[in-house]
């Protein structure tokens, strides 16, 4: 089998699949190779408001309907019901102690809820992947995309003038021929090992193990501890995380009732677990729901609907994300955590950064041009460590509730202003923004001093620090996302319960260098209730073919 294409490209989840039909709208000529088939399991599945703007902006520029009601959870069931999805309205945070249920104290609990949306119709969704992923190559596919599936690649060789790619499909061998390689294939994907591209994990603060499943019949925290005071949002409908001492635990539930769990155990953590390690990731789940009373209540009748999966170390990262005729997206160069849901919000952005290179070589070479190339590899190195010390950061905070809720403030902080400037913002300098406040002055330098700080107060060593230190972080973090501070945060009369606040935002406009009057006037559009787009399907296909 022989195939030539000017972009090959390596995996097909949704980044790849993706890509692979924002090229082909493009008039690129591509072919997507994928190991296995659809429809498969993955995880990895809360999103995000940055991601579903990155949705957004893609399905008006390449004229992609789909993305656009893929972005809400109400366009999403009004036109694609069939594709499986979660609501998923905010963060909600819990922290239990070992031998105990969680206490419930009113306003005083130690939990946390920030909404992403105003309501339903507009919230953030929980992709079931199986469905997403598989929905996405068939788009590509109809939008001119030659998918293999069932491709096993052996070789990559990038000495001459286009690249070869070697392999077999079903026995018989596989020769590519491509102008260019995306390699979306993810961690510990084709490119690293091919090009042997050395590791740069010792950059990474963040360690974790991984225990993981699917599960039907979980139950809800609102129906366990039904006394808690009434929330931003129905807590349950939201990325549920468990902190506990060892790490914290993650709930993610689908509208069809199925919840997507794991907990993400510290080296520290797994140790402490009397004996039980991640090679043996059923007894090592028992011993954490009985460790965890109210937690393991909620999983008592539930079912698991694959076996438990286990991870020794979630964490990867390599040293460059591109070379000549070669790219990785991001899930392919580093993953950190999945804490604060930012892996689909960065590959989606890797998506529209890429489209863009693509779109400016379109009358031209054909392939993204060496600076921007070089800006995308620094764009995803700086990227890579900021997401990496927010969450190191909030590893560190697990000593204490108090400074954990006050390091969630610093991401909350960034993510919301980005999100409202990008609602009122350009759309190609949004794709470049540097993610989670990356280039940002005021917020750029904040996750590495605040992980500083916290390991002065923890001592490394998971002390909780004292009351005064404990305020004195939480004042220290106010001040610092003060200059950012859109969405009223780090405000303790909240008692850690935060809603889509537009009153605040309008008090605020001058954060976001807009007059009060500008930022009524651009309120329906931050809401999400703009007119609905016109998609012109296909406008580069269409621009490419016409006569000059
Ligand atoms: C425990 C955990 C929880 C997470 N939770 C979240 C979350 O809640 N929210 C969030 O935003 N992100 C989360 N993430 C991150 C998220 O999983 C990734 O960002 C996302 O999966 C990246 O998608 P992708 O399409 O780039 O790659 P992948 O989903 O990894 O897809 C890669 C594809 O490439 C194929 N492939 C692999 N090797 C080859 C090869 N050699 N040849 C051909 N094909 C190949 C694979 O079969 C697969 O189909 C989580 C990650 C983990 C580990």
Not at 124 to 134: K, Q
Request: aromatic share 8%; with cysteine; charged share 25%.
């Amino acid at each position: 089998m022989r195939r030539t294409c000017e972009v090959a490209i390596v995996g097909s989840g949704f980044a790849g699949s993706l890509l692979a039909r924002v090229l082909a709208v493009l008039g690129y000529d591509v072919l997507l190779l994928e190991r296995g088939t659809h429809p498969r399991l993955a995880i990895g599945e809360s999103t995000t408001p940055l991601a579903n703007l990155s949705l957004e902006r893609l399905a008006v520029r390449y004229g992609l309907p789909d993305c656009h009601r893929l972005a809400t959870h109400g366009r999403w069931l009004a036109h694609l019901p069939e594709l499986r999805r979660g609501l998923k309205r905010g963060f909600t945070f819990y922290r239990h102690h070992p031998g105990e249920r969680f206490a419930e104290r009113g306003l005083d609990s130690e939990r946390l809820l920030v909404a992403a949306s105003p309501d339903d119709a507009l919230s953030d969704t929980h992709w079931l992947r199986a469905d997403v992923d598989h929905h996405f190559v068939r788009e590509a596919e109809a939008a001119g995309v030659e998918y293999l599936d069932r491709t096993e690649l052996t070789a990559a060789d990038f000495g001459g003038a286009t690249a070869r790619l070697r392999g077999h499909r079903d026995g018989v061998a596989l020769d590519v021929e491509a102008g260019f390689v995306i390699d979306a294939s993810g961690p510990g994907g084709f490119l690293a090992r091919q090009l042997a591209i050395p590791s740069g994990l010792e950059r990474t603060h963040t360690r974790a193990a991984l225990v993981y499943g699917h599960f039907d019949d979980v139950r809800l925290m609102r129906d366990e501890v039904p006394s808690l005071p009434a929330g931003p949002y129905p807590q349950d409908w939201a990325a549920v995380h468990h902190l506990i001492d060892e790490g914290w635990m993650y709930s993610l539930r689908f509208d069809h009732g199925t919840t997507s769990a794991g907990f993400l155990l510290t080296p520290h953590g797994l140790a402490s677990l009397g004996g039980a390690t991640e090679a043996e990731p059923s007894r090592l789940w028992r011993v954490l729901l009985e460790r965890y009373p109210t937690i393991g209540r909620l999983f008592d009748d539930a079912r698991p609907m694959m076996p438990i999966g286990s991870v020794p170390r979630v964490q990867h990262r390599l040293t460059r994300a591109t070379g000549t005729r070669w790219v990785l997206m991001p899930h392919a160069f580093a993953f950190v955590d999945p804490l604060v849901s930012t892996g689909i919000a960065w590959g989606v952005r890797a998506v529209e950064r890429l489209a863009l290179a693509f779109e400016d070589a379109v009358d031209g070479t054909r392939r993204p041009d060496v600076d921007t190339l070089e800006r995308y590899d620094a764009a995803l190195c700086a990227e890579g460590d900021q997401i990496d010390l927010v969450v190191a950061g909030a590893y560190e905070a697990l000593a204490h509730f108090d400074l954990f809720a006050a390091q969630a403030m610093l991401y909350f902080a960034t993510v919301s202003y980005a999100e409202t400037s990008q609602r009122i913002g350009d759309a190609e300098g949004a794709a470049w923004k540097g993610f989670l406040g990356v280039g940002d002055e005021a917020l750029g330098p904040a996750p590495r001093e605040s992980f500083a700080r916290l390991r002065e107060i923890t001592r490394g060593a998971g002390l909780s620090g004292t009351t005064h230190e404990r305020a004195a972080f939480a004042e220290w973090i106010a001040a610092t996302i003060a200059p950012r501070n859109v969405a009223g945060l780090a405000d303790p009369m909240r008692h850690n319960m935060y809603p889509v606040d537009l009153d605040v935002l309008v008090e605020r406009h001058a954060l976001l260098g807009m007059s009060r009057e500008r930022l009524l006037a651009a309120l329906p559009a931050l809401r999400g209730l703009g007119p609905e787009p016109t998609f012109v399907e296909r406008p580069w296909r269409m621009r490419a073919e016409a006569p000059t």
